[in-house]
């Protein structure tokens, strides 16, 4: 069955201080890996979209890694900001469309100042 | 910046009752899409919609779902007979292209009593 462990499911960190929030999957066929920041009560809303080809991908302050081979992602997050307090979601995607996106649960961070 | 408009924004409803949730997806995106989110679990995907007519559903989306795209502008997610475990988060998504980035809109919040 595809899914998508991440880890730490919370997080709590001083602005200014580096975080790093990880994904291991299982999804095979893999197309695609995409990591979303949420806030509370709204949509999801891309950070970053790896191909299986793609070892590093960076916007801004965050920087996503893949590891296609091991099957694990990390998204790092530079000097954190009060405004990076939201969950994070690692979404796996299969061949064909955006209808076969594995969602997982998230890592809720908290940046406290 | 375009962006997915979802109304309402919060919908209360008795259990039987229909509701049709509302969506406008960003104007030159061609795929379409219906995400619920349970509270405290992950994002599910319910329906995909391309070029009028459903390109895919999962298990969720039984007989009580519908969408439809009545103009050129508006996407929506009807549910005949609302029950209890309808009740979650609702998001719209769209999409330039087939895999490619999902933009959301900020959801719907349906609570059915």
């Known amino acids: 069955k595809n899914q998508v462990e991440q880890s730490p499911q919370s997080l709590i960190i001083l602005e200014g201080k580096n975080c790093t929030l990880q994904?291991?999957?299982?999804?095979?066929?893999?197309?695609?890996l995409r990591w979303y920041k949420q806030d509370t009560g709204r949509g999801p809303v891309s950070l970053t979209i790896?191909?299986?080809?793609?070892n590093t991908k960076s916007n801004g302050r965050y920087t996503a890694t893949l590891d296609a081979d091991t099957k694990q992602s990390s998204l790092h997050i530079t000097a954190s900001q009060l405004s990076d307090s939201a969950s994070y979601i690692c979404?796996?995607?299969?061949?064909?469309?955006?209808?076969?996106?594995?969602f997982g649960t998230g890592t809720r961070l908290t940046i406290i100042p | 910046e375009p962006e997915v408009t979802q109304t309402p924004s919060h919908q209360v409803t008795q259990m039987g009752q229909e509701v049709i949730l509302r969506c406008v997806p960003i104007s030159n995106h061609l795929y379409f899409y219906w995400y619920r989110q349970i509270l405290g679990q992950k994002v599910e995907f319910l329906v995909s919609f391309y070029n009028n007519e459903i390109s895919e559903k999962s298990e969720i989306f039984d007989d009580q779902f519908s969408v439809e795209r009545p103009d050129g502008s508006n996407f929506t997610l009807k549910i005949r007979s609302t029950k209890l475990e309808d009740s979650a988060m609702y998001f719209c998504a769209s999409s330039e292209r087939q895999g490619r980035e999902l933009f959301f809109g900020s959801g719907t919040q349906l609570s059915v009593l």
């Open positions: 979404v796996v995607s299969g061949p064909g469309g955006n209808e076969k996106l594995t």
């Open positions: 790896m191909t299986f080809s793609e």
């Open positions: 994904c291991n999957y299982t999804v095979s066929p893999f197309s695609n």
